[in-house]
């Protein structure tokens, strides 16, 4: 059984070198393929992949205009070759040693589709030193409910991750109109296969890293509202009371701290987050659209 990295990078540069010797560590251990996926880097990050690419077989690099992270992923994830498992990495993320290989063991034991471990950090000055390597017999646990837990909260970074090639084929494309991909990415999955998470770090983030999506607060959360609102019609009745109810009283703490002023639209949502679980799905979707148009207003 072989793994498909896919990595999708957009100036990385200073980071590259440790993150590529990782998947590379990995990729030795489980046999596979490397992508990745230059999304139009303005750094050096296209000559440092190249130079990568030369390293080694399997090692395929894709340079594109800048088109977003979502764009990079679905063009990564449709040239792999080498299933039956994918793990996404973030062109910034460090994954831990020996991760994968418990995470496969973990998805043939259990038979799930998906399974996540935790998220580190780690400073760019000291970057690869002391981290620890994948403990071979880690706290895990199935996900009761994989659609309720991420409605309420991102479960997973995709690089902490590994999914079954299949289960990606059910989900592809993802929406590109959208510039996050793990909240699309996890409610599509939830809703067709089964989670399983582990407790141990299987995945570093930089502390500071410029230019990370999470930098952009409010475009993230907007659009996270906006992929609920197109999936919320699908879904039973109480999986869309749970997201009218979750989002209002997201976009409301978001207001009371950063929108002075905005004491009707904060009464607005409290009516929507008590009542969310009464009207229909169409009447839902348009409590979605008025919850994400909160992130619109400007401080």
């Known amino acids: 059984m072989t793994v498909s990295y896919i990595l999708t990078v957009y100036?990385?540069?200073?980071?590259?070198?440790?993150?590529?010797?990782?998947?590379?560590a990995e990729r030795a251990e489980s046999g596979g393929e490397i992508i990745v996926v230059n999304d139009g880097s303005k750094d050096e990050s296209g000559r440092i992949?190249?130079?990568f690419a030369a390293t080694g077989p399997d090692i395929r690099i894709v340079h594109q205009v800048?088109?977003?992270?979502?764009?990079?992923?679905?063009?990564?994830?449709?040239l792999v070759r080498h299933p039956p498992y994918v793990?996404?990495?973030?062109?910034?993320?460090?994954?831990?040693?020996?991760?994968?290989r418990v995470l496969m063991r973990l998805l043939n034991e259990?038979?799930?589709?998906?399974i996540f471990g935790g998220l580190g950090n780690y400073d760019l000055g000291a970057i690869q030193a002391d981290l620890p390597e994948a403990k071979p017999g880690p706290t895990w646990g199935k996900v009761a409910d994989p659609l309720a837990a991420m409605i309420r909260s991102q479960l997973f970074v995709v690089s902490a991750s590994l999914g079954r090639k299949e289960v990606y084929d059910?989900?592809?494309?993802?929406?590109?109109?959208?510039?996050?991909?793990d909240m699309s990415l996890g409610?599509?999955?939830?809703?067709?296969?089964?989670?399983?998470?582990?407790?141990?770090?299987?995945?570093?983030?930089?502390?500071?890293a410029p230019g990370r999506i999470t930098d952009s607060k409010a475009r993230l959360f907007r659009d996270s509202v906006l992929i609920v609102r197109d999936m919320v019609e699908a879904w039973d009745p109480r999986y869309r009371a749970q997201a009218v109810?979750?989002?209002a009283t997201r976009a409301y703490n978001y207001a009371r701290r950063h929108l002075p002023g905005s004491v009707a639209a904060r009464m607005q949502l409290l009516a929507m987050r008590l009542l969310g679980g009464v009207p229909g799905a169409k009447v839902q979707r348009r409590m979605l659209e008025k919850i994400a148009a909160v992130y619109d207003r400007k401080p």
């Open 110 to 114: 259990t038979g799930c589709g998906y």
């Open 66 to 78: 800048n088109a977003g992270v979502v764009k990079a992923t679905n063009v990564g994830l449709g």
């Open 245 to 247: 109810r979750r989002n």
């Open 170 to 181: 059910r989900v592809l494309p993802l929406p590109e109109q959208y510039f996050v991909q």
């Open 49 to 51: 992949l190249d130079d």
């Open 87 to 100: 793990r996404l990495v973030d062109g910034d993320d460090i994954i831990v040693r020996g991760s994968t």
């Open 187 to 208: 409610l599509l999955l939830a809703m067709t296969t089964s989670f399983v998470q582990v407790e141990d770090i299987y995945c570093y983030a930089p502390r500071v």
């Open 11 to 24: 100036n990385k540069a200073p980071f590259l070198p440790a993150v590529l010797a990782a998947v590379a």
